[in-house]
């Protein structure tokens, strides 16, 4: 028996990712087993071994271990879980006047490190962009970066260019599309016309509308009346959440599930983030609404009085961090199923690109980094903390999002078949938050401090080991680009 290789002694892979075995005469049953572990899965938990066969999973059961040269993993007292999903990234994103701070390579590494092995980042289009320019572009920044595999959602920000080409892209394995229902300024926005008709034709289509859900016009007089120096000296970044009440998500919530409700297609509101949104979508789903919810960490663990310190606006993203009430609610939903994905909405900025706002809440770039936090949140504060299940935890971190945008059972599950994406996680052993020694590119984390269980211990990207105690050990490119034929139901 031969033991898994530490941090950076992989096995040897071969350019196009083919094990050496392969390469060689001798053939194994294995290449790696995870032995003696309780792995767990949106269906239940069990101890037992896992195989892995040319980066698939190909058994799942007791007594696996003990034969033939496969590198053996020891798992005893640990959890072996799918690989996370975390479908809703942007990397190396233009945005608010400046770019996100982790590309494809700080990003996928620091998603590595939280037990991420599949990321979906929104190919955007900007000025007269096609939709295939958008695609071509995102694929020009992401293959040769990426650590995990990953795919995009088409961003649909001009109807009449774009509304065409959704045919075109479904076939190119990109059937997931978003709108934005703000963001005029970033020439993104979506009207009521664009919603209604790409939901008409995801459903044609066999795919799935996104939708960030804030209601512009009321949002923009909002703006408008707090918009004086005045104010923003006495309220600062404050005003970030003085101007976006919870009404103005529910509204905009309510009117594109209105839009699914009477044109079949398929909605996912995306970063919800407020109670309310939560009832409304727990009504439309009891009506038969085909709409799904994702919530994101921060939403789960963080408040709107961080507004209040001298760094409040560090925790400036779109929509904003809103009350206990608020988190509460969102895990309520996870728990009862109205809330189906947990997600990041990485979008990171460092403290200096914080900056560009000197006082006025309306220029700071909004966005917090959580790739590398994601399951450590939701295993802390969710399992630990006796909000969920592990089994639930399973469910809206890997099983609910690869089904949801067409990657299961590829992705999202551990199951003989299925790629060997899998994370190990000690369920006891916590980690400081330290942005000094994290992977993701910024010099601060909204969770500096907090004290985390349920980080990566190791994490197996299709069978090839990527962190090794803790500590990342895979490589730029390794990650592989996922086409999809449909989005998925629950
Ligand atoms: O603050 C955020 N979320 N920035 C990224 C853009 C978006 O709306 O998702
Ligand atoms: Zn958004
Ligand atoms: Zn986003």
Known sequence: MTYAPACGQNQPFAADGTAAHQLGTTTMAFDTIIAGGEVITADGRKKADVGIKDGKVTAVKKGLAGGNGAAVIDAKGKYVIPGVLDVHVHLELPFCGTTSSDDFNTGTRAAARGGVTTVID????YG??????AYKKWRAKADPKTCIDYCFHMAITKWDRHGPEMEKMVEMGCPTFKEFMIYESEGWQSDDRAIFNALEKCKQLGGMLLMHAESSRVLDELIARNHTPEKMKKYGAQLHGMTRPNYIEAEAIQRAVKWAEVTGGRLYIVHMSTAEGADIIRDAQARGVDVYAETCAQYLVLDDALFKGEDGHLYAC?????????????????????????STDTCSFTREQKAMWNGDWTKIPMGLPGLETLLPIVYTHGVLAERMSLRQMVEKLCTNPAKL?????????????????????????????????????????PYAGWKLAGFAEKTLSRGRVIVDDYKFCGENGWGKWLPRKKAGKL
């Open 122 to 125: 929104f190919a955007i289009p």
């Open 128 to 133: 007269e962009d096609s939709l295939e320019d």
């Open 318 to 342: 779109c929509p904003q961090i809103k009350k206990k009430s608020d988190q509460q609610r969102l895990w309520k939903g996870l728990k009862r199923g109205e809330v189906c994905v947990v």
């Open 405 to 445: 945008m067409g990657l299961y059972p590829q992705k999202g599950t551990i199951a003989k078949g299925s790629d060997a994406d899998i994370t190990i996680i000690d369920p006891k052993k916590k980690l400081k938050v330290d942005p000094a020694t994290m992977e993701t590119n910024t010099d601060w984390s």
